[in-house]
């Protein structure tokens, strides 16, 4: 073992004595191997104290919550443009739910109420709401819900802090892994993000916001981690397995070396890479694969242009949505379409139109009011019910057609009935278009995207009326096994590699053939080796993977050989249970 790890080893046991690793386990939720000192990191809301007023000094205490309202607004705007120019517009759409919270009138009048009605400090009466607010979101079934009790207390925190004249940070001194409770999006906004080497969180799901901002940084992760911040110290040395969910503190000289040896895999992995930045994207047999990616934003649009990706497989403008609000204008859509078309030249650009419901929201829409949102009023059904929306957005997009390859993109489509309605609002758009003298591209190709069962069974006749089918598998897999991912309690049931959602894509690229129409994928099975040979098997000949995942795409396509992937995709789709399918696949069982 290197020198240094064995100083940093004595240190973080102190005085030289002997400790033994305690091996915890959480959620992986952004893989790497890290080792590093501990930054553990605090929750103001649990500090706070309740104090008795009197009725003399309740507007007083109802200026100081309203003047925190005011600054933590500013404070937000500040964010979004701070973490859009750096990470991205998705990255920065966590702040937008911060900002409609305070919106809500109904939210501030309760606290209001409470400092009148209780007699109480400002400061406590927003802690006592937060925490009441969380405690029942965090009570449900819903992942996405539980995931929101975080932008609850978050916004509670900043509050209190502004009231205290308290401006919380973390202040990094040297590259460290920060643990916490629970990180807040407002948490991390002050980090000097080249000093974080990854993080660990008490709570938290696969979509929490240390897991989005761990994953747009490239750090290793772990989270709902049981009782971390009870275990470790700042200073002490943690080992952080972001591919297995593994936390180890004070680890030994032994495992050390071992994790040591681990990072080297990694990094030279991570090297023997660049290759494919250049090379072309055929099957070892010289079969020819698109490899194309999803992105949220320009950003993202030159880094997947970076990596030499045939084209954008999935822009997916929601995120776009959550930086402007529903009111974003046609003009100010446009200019990003006609900037990531431009980026593109000739490449194909697939611009997803708005998806909202189920997970995703923008404006004043609240999904606490839908008691299932991911099987309600979400993406085409909205749009359909809103074609002043459907069409300013279509308009935009057919504009942008004139910079480059644009090509439209629906969501959730179920049926022929819903396709041939958002036909009827592009129809709707060009004409209006050409009215008002407005130049756009005329051909521009239409898709449907492939992510419920009923769109899979009429596949057939969805391919008849559209030039390409994009097959979403993240949904896809969520509503053919009645599995939410984000559910702690099923996950180990999200199994893509399931026959039942094998004979799905079967059936969408078969359909595909017979019309000659290309069926690409996007969801997550397009960037995950261990699925892309079983996806060329089935018949798959376009991927689309997020920029970070295409070079290793690039790679798994290019060691597959077209007629063993015939033969193993032919061997999965036979098995009987998903056990026998992964075993074929080299996949652990799901609870392995």
């Known amino acids: 073992m290197p020198e240094n790890k064995k100083r940093m080893a004595e240190n973080a046991r102190g005085d030289g004595a002997e400790a033994t ?354 099987l309600g009023y979400r993406s085409i059904r909205v749009l359909l019910d809103n074609p002043e929306l459907f069409i300013r957005q279509m308009r935009a997009i057919l504009r942008a057609g004139l910079h480059g390859n644009v090509r439209i993109l629906w969501p959730m489509i179920s049926c022929v009935d819903e396709l041939r309605a958002a036909k009827i609002c592009l129809e709707d758009a060009k004409r209006t278009l050409t009215e008002g003298g407005v130049e756009y591209q005329e051909d521009v190709p239409i898709g449907a995207m492939i992510e419920i069962p009923s769109a899979v069974m009429v596949a057939d006749r969805l391919a008849a009326e559209s030039d390409f089918l994009s097959i979403g598998t993240n949904d896809l897999v969520q509503y053919t096994l009645a599995v939410d991912r984000g559910n702690v309690k099923v996950d180990h049931l999200y199994r893509p590699h399931d026959p039942a959602v094998l004979a799905m894509i079967q059936r969408t690229v078969e359909s595909g053939l017979v019309a000659d129409v290309p069926v690409s994928v996007c969801g997550e099975m397009a960037g995950t080796a261990s699925y892309i040979p079983l996806l060329l098997g089935l018949g798959v000949r376009e991927l689309s993977a997020t920029p970070n995942r295409v070079l290793l795409a690039r790679r798994s396509i290019c060691e597959t050989d077209s007629r063993e992937a015939r033969g193993l995709a032919e061997r999965v789709i036979s098995a009987a249970t998903v056990a026998e399918a992964g075993e074929i696949l080299g996949i652990s069982s799901p609870r392995g």
Not at 270 to 284: D, N
């Open 21 to 374: 690793a305690a091996a915890l386990r959480g959620i992986p939720v952004s893989p790497g191997v890290v080792i590093g000192p501990v930054f553990l990191f605090g929750d103001i809301l649990g500090e706070v104290e309740a104090r008795r007023i009197q009725p003399s000094e309740v507007e007083a205490e109802i200026a100081r919550l309203d003047d925190a309202v005011k600054l933590v607004k500013k404070e937000l705007t500040s964010d979004i443009e701070r973490i859009s120019s750096e990470l991205g517009d998705s990255e920065a759409g966590i702040f937008l739910v911060h900002a409609m919270i305070l919106e809500d009138a109904k939210f501030l009048d309760t606290m209001r109420s409470g400092i009148r009605t209780d007699l109480l400090n400002a400061e406590s009466v927003v802690a006592a709401e937060m925490k009441r607010m969380s405690s029942v979101l965090m009570a449900s079934d819903d992942s996405y819900l539980r995931d929101r009790s975080y932008d609850i207390t978050d916004i509670g925190k900043r509050m209190i802090e502004r009231m205290l004249g308290v401006w919380a940070h973390c202040p990094l001194t040297h590259p460290m892994i920060v643990v916490a409770n629970e990180l807040r999006a407002s948490d991390t906004v002050s980090m000097d993000r080249g000093r974080v080497l990854g993080f660990v969180t008490e709570h938290g799901g696969r979509e929490a916001h240390a897991a989005i901002l761990s994953r747009a940084l490239g750090v290793p992760a772990v989270v709902g981690v049981p009782s971390i911040t009870g275990l470790v110290r700042s200073g002490e040395l943690l080992i952080v397995d972001g591919n297995t969910g593994e936390v180890f503190v004070n680890p030994s000289p032994e495992m050390l070396d071992r994790y040591s040896t681990k990072q080297e895999e990694e990094a030279v992995a991570w090297a023997a890479l660049s290759p494919f930045v250049e090379k072309s994207t055929s099957m070892s047999d010289g079969v020819r694969v698109k490899l194309m990616a999803n992105i949220s934003s320009v950003e993202e649009a030159r880094d997947a242009a970076a990596v030499n990706v045939d084209g954008i497989g999935l822009f997916r403008t929601e995120m776009l949505f959550m930086a402007a609000g529903l009111g974003v204008s046609e003009n100010e859509q446009y200019e990003v379409y006609r900037s990531v078309a431009e980026i593109m030249g000739k490449k194909p650009v697939t611009i997803r139109t708005l998806d909202i419901g189920g997970d995703k929201f923008v404006g004043p829409e609240n999904p606490l009011q839908e008691h299932n949102p991911h």
